[in-house]
T-cell receptor
């Protein structure tokens, strides 16, 4: 199993550009979630999904959109990138209906720089 | 409101036990305590979690205070591979809050 796969690994954007960070998991997990990690800080929850067709906001959702059309994929969209969105982005998944009570499986991240 | 509080850094000699503390004095009755660790350029890796009772697995032990306002992650014999940033996290059904983590240095 590949686990949680994130693409791309690195990305540089100009202010105002849009892009989609991809996240895919092959473990048939119901819960998927996106996080950002700024230097010297822990991760903060952006958006999460409890299953296909269902998404909700986390702690820092502004500037980001998500959708969940399949169990496997949970893309994160930046519609108009800003320098404040420079960060490392992690995607995670977890099985069953335990939500964040269950252990999370993380991808290896996408490092995004907005100039 | 810091959801969890951890020391910024700790050191341990190789093959010695390590006790990593975490304060979560405002924890609610249904929040779990999770611990993850993160190596450079990697995503966090699950270590252990618990609600009220002490927990053991192949990686570590978790000791939770009786009032649940603090917990301690115990690595029984530190190895060089245990050098990482360790995060203590409060988790609810639909939210979770990372602390700023403790950077563990293991001295050979």
């Amino acid at each position: 199993n590949a686990g949680v796969t994130q693409t791309p690994k690195f990305q540089v954007l100009k202010t105002g550009q849009s892009m989609t960070l991809q996240c895919a998991q092959d473990m048939n997990h119901e819960y998927m979630s996106w996080y950002r990690q700024d230097p010297g800080m822990g991760l903060r929850l952006i958006h999460y999904s409890v299953g296909a067709g269902i998404t909700d906001q986390g702690e820092v959702p502004n500037g980001y959109n998500v959708s969940r059309s399949t169990t496997e994929d949970f893309p994160l969209r930046l519609l108009s990138a800003a320098p404040s969105q420079t960060s490392v982005y992690f995607c995670a998944s977890t099985r069953g209906t335990g939500g964040f009570y269950s252990p999370l499986h993380f991808g290896n991240g996408t490092r995004l720089t907005v100039t | 409101d810091a959801k969890t509080t951890q020391p910024n850094s700790m050191e341990s000699n190789e093959e010695e036990p390590v006790h990593l503390p975490c304060n979560h004095s405002t924890i609610s009755g249904t929040d779990y305590i999770h611990w993850y660790r993160q190596l450079p350029s990697q995503g966090p890796e699950y270590v252990i979690h618990g609600l009220t009772s002490n927990v053991n697995n192949r990686m570590a032990s978790l000791a939770i205070a009786e009032d649940r306002k603090s917990s301690t992650l115990i690595l029984h014999r530190a190895t060089l591979r245990d050098a990482a940033v360790y995060y203590c996290i409060r988790t609810g059904a639909n939210n979770l809050f990372f602390g700023t983590g403790t950077r563990l240095t293991v001295i050979p």
